[in-house]
């Protein structure tokens, strides 16, 4: 099922060809865990599913291709939770189709079509026919060479179109050629791909409406680290952010409303952070994470931490060290690399 090979990158590969559909689904489902929950839509039969992937590492970037059944891709809120992955995907739907919501947005791709996913951010679509190539890149690779990184979820450019195209053409073209780079022109290429990406997203990023005419993503970007940088605080909220900003309620509830809500959004920041604090370190208590987080005690948070995780503080720190562990199993590897990315 996993390859990992040494030398330019590492590749990953599956496929369920030799396996009873049952199983190869059950191991299909496990390996997607740490993106999305995969089901097989109403009516539809795991007795004849099959799937194949692979997946290449190239330092900065993850280059991928998934072929497969109709299906359901779903990532909710506590898919966002559990996983803790904070990138973006840019798929090629080399032959089939895929309809569904991206956040907030309907969205409709169709066979040469190109779609950004912001991992951050939920998903939740039936794919026909699948068979895509993807694009898997760091938040702070990607984010600062466009205007509005947060609107890009479910953006759809058109094979159609001239940029369309030019992406679509440029992810090929690294397939062609993925097994014969070198290590030092793995690099090389995922530095240009993410400005060359960039440049294909600009003029469609200026040309939508993406956010509220009053919201600029500067101001939301300056907000989102001022609330990162006040977490700690137990009392901090909406009338802190609206007093360092002078924005008015309904604009910052405006803003906010993709996300749940702005006392939403602080919440889901405490727990990741949070989260984050109970893998990496087993020295400290759970009191002590709770205090640095901004939550009022130890039983607030692991409320909290257990509506949104469906497991108590304790229980993730357990679940922390087995991933830090050497991964085993193709799922763990696929995490772990989503971790490795390195900005160039």
Not at 36 to 56: K, N
Request: proline residues 4%; aromatic residues 6%.
């Amino acid at each position: 099922m996993a390859d990992t090979a040494g030398g330019a990158h590492s590749v990953l590969r599956f496929d369920s060809t030799e396996m009873a559909p049952e199983e190869g689904f059950r191991l299909w489902r496990d390996q997607f865990s740490p993106i999305f929950d995969v089901s097989i839509p109403d009516g539809g039969a795991v007795g004849s599913f099959c799937g194949a992937l692979e997946t290449y590492h190239l330092g900065s970037v993850l280059l991928g291709r998934c072929t497969s059944v109709t299906q359901t891709f779903r990532r909710d809120r506590r898919v966002l939770a559990r996983s803790g992955l904070d990138h973006y995907l840019v798929q090629l739907q080399n032959r089939g189709g895929s309809r569904g919501t991206m956040g907030a947005r309907e969205v409709a791709v169709g066979t040469g079509d190109v779609c950004i996913l912001d991992l951050a951010q939920s998903v939740h679509t039936v794919d026909h026919d699948v068979d895509c190539m993807t694009l898997c890149l760091p938040r702070d690779m990607l984010a600062p060479l466009v205007t509005e990184p947060d609107g890009l979820h479910g953006l759809v450019l058109s094979g159609g179109s001239p940029v369309g195209a030019m992406l679509a053409g440029h992810i090929r073209s690294l397939f062609r050629v993925v097994d014969s780079l070198s290590a030092r022109e793995a690099r090389t290429v995922a530095r240009g791909t993410a400005a060359f990406i960039a440049g294909c997203l600009g003029p469609t990023v200026d040309a939508l409406d993406l956010v509220r005419p009053e919201v600029q993503a500067s101001r939301m970007s300056a907000i989102k680290r001022y609330i990162d940088a006040h977490l700690g605080n137990p009392r901090f909220g909406a009338a802190d952010i609206m007093q360092a900003f002078g924005v008015s309620r309904p604009t910052l509830y405006r803003m906010f409303e993709p996300m749940g809500g702005v006392a939403a959004y602080i919440l889901q920041r405490r727990l990741s952070h949070g989260l984050a604090d109970l893998m990496s370190s087993q020295h400290h208590r759970v009191a002590d994470i709770a205090h640095r987080r901004g939550f009022s005690s130890e039983a607030a948070f692991s409320r909290a931490f257990r509506n949104t995780f469906g497991m108590a503080p304790r229980d993730a720190r357990t679940s922390g060290q087995r991933v830090n562990t050497p991964a085993t199993g193709i799922a763990d590897t696929f995490k772990r690399w989503f971790h490795e990315l390195a900005v160039p």
